[in-house]
């Protein structure tokens, strides 16, 4: 049987936190108020019984004296002002005060890895899910969720939502937003080149065909744009759904081990190289500052997220130029690479179970959906895998991305992932820039970094 939450008790139904966002009911703590790390609840179990007693027989409850903290993206300002106007009624139902902290994009990260460095921290964060929400569950600052009733909600995600937010079997938060990669393409130069538009049926062999037809060397026109000329997470973000689609994985099963250096591997990695050095349908070097080379014309293709779409669609000028189509196949095998938000709990709030109530409020109520409107995201929810579908500006735009949520994966995340995606981008530009001219060599070199970068993890985090 599903536990209740104790704060769904109190709402009364008012702010129908299981209606909307997440398809389970509510859930609650199955402690007695303590959490697993020391942090008492202001709500005894025997104080939980009698508030929903007295619920029951009367429609209302005692309200909560809890005041929590959130750190929010800044940059998002239509969204962060959206919680902020939320947690207005949330303390009028509720009683719990939540201050909103909006941080700049810019900050947002250094202030996050402070706190894994032992720096202060709020109750409730934002983060970028898998990269941010592992480093911090391993350094143990974070609240583990099962306890609270968490996997009620595990089937309304996508799976591969889901496990961004887990570490070790536990679950350490929920995710807010999604997205994934898929492929956006120039309609103007698809014309002028008497093209047909990308589709559904595309597989390698279409992609590395068009993108050599579109490039025109004298025009300085290239068919597609790779991130061949990022040294960082750019090159693993691009190149795994290219890996996945060829039968390949990234690491083995229990993330010990890199395993890309196989056979796929190999050909996946020949495939990019073929369109940047024998095609010369890629461009070397990354764009200028303050050039977009897709809107420019510069590149036809590009591979790319949905937070682009409201940039390109604002922009007059090339609004009605571009289209959206999923990522090529190889061989009828479908993959992309899922990314997003998420939101996570810090082990040392004063109040875990408010702030877990909290929580599946911001994740999993009819708030949710006012914040997707603003943040312009792909649900990380499949029952609303149709969310945008009558959206006239963005719906059929966002549907192709929505619509690649039932064959996303997510990254083989560990607590090292910036630093084992960043040994694979530098092996790999040393291949793609002809330094180097086999691929099985350069994917050696780079899973034994990465292998030694695996094994220092273990023994920092006793693996």
């Given amino acids: 049987m599903k536990a209740k939450k104790l704060l769904a008790v109190m709402l009364a139904g008012a702010l129908a936190l299981s209606a909307a966002g997440c398809g389970g009911g509510g859930g609650t703590s199955s402690t007695s108020g303590t959490s697993s790390t020391g942090g008492t609840s202001s709500t005894s179990e025997t104080s939980s019984a009698a508030g929903e007693s007295s619920a029951e027989t009367s429609g209302t409850a005692a309200k909560s004296d809890a005041t ?30 939540v201050t909103v902290t909006p941080i700049a994009n810019d900050s947002y990260s250094t202030k996050i890895q402070a706190t894994i460095a032992g720096g202060t921290n709020p ?91 579109l490039t025109d060397t004298e025009a300085g026109v290239y068919g597609l744009d790779l991130p061949v000329y990022d040294k960082n997470g750019g090159y693993t973000w691009n190149w795994l759904p290219f890996l996945w689609q060829n039968g390949g994985e ?35 070097q990354a764009a200028p500052t303050g050039v977009n080379r897709f809107t420019s014309g510069i590149t036809a293709m590009v591979i790319d997220g949905p937070w682009n779409l ?9 609004k009605d130029s571009f289209g959206v189509a999923p990522l090529p196949s190889k061989d009828g095998e479908r993959a992309t690479v899922v990314g997003g938000e998420g939101v996570v709990i810090f082990s040392d709030t004063e ?42 500006t963005y719906g059929d735009y966002i549907q192709v991305f929505s619509d690649q949520m039932d064959y996303s994966r997510t990254r083989p995340f560990t607590p090292s992932w910036p630093q084992i995606e960043n040994a694979l981008g530098i092996n790999l530009q040393g291949y793609m820039f002809d330094k180097s001219d086999d691929a099985q060599a350069s994917l050696d070199a780079a899973a034994e970094e990465v292998n030694e970068i695996l094994a220092d993890e273990a023994k920092e985090y006793g693996e």
């Fill in 68 to 97: 929590l903290e959130i750190w929010v993206y800044g940059w998002e300002k239509a969204s962060a002002d959206k919680i902020a106007e939320d947690v207005t009624a949330y303390e009028e139902e509720t009683g719990v005060k």
């Fill in 123 to 213: 109750d409730l964060a934002f983060v970028d899910a898998g990269v941010q929400s592992m480093q911090l569950a391993a350094k143990g600052k974070l609240l583990g969720l099962t306890e609270y009733g968490v996997d009620e909600y595990k089937d309304d995600f996508y799976e591969s939502v889901w496990d961004t937010m887990v570490y070790k079997d536990e679950v350490y938060g929920l995710r807010i937003t999604s997205n994934n990669l898929a492929l956006f393409y120039n309609k103007d130069l698809f014309d002028a080149a008497g093209l047909e538009y990308p589709d559904d049926t595309w597989e390698w062999d279409d992609l590395r065909n068009a993108a050599k037809t």
């Fill in 250 to 284: 990234f690491l083995n099963e229990d993330r010990t081990e890199a395993v890309f250096n196989s056979a796929e591997g190999v050909e996946a990695l020949e495939f990019w190289k073929a369109m940047v050095q024998d095609d010369k349908s890629v461009p070397l």
């Fill in 310 to 318: 409201r940039t390109f669609l604002e922009d007059p000028e090339f």
């Fill in 351 to 392: 109040y875990p179970q408010e702030a877990y109530d909290y929580l599946t409020h911001l994740c999993c109520s009819d708030f949710t959906q006012v914040f997707w409107d603003n943040w312009l995201t792909v649900p990380p929810q499949s029952a609303f895998a149709d969310y945008y579908a009558d959206d006239e």
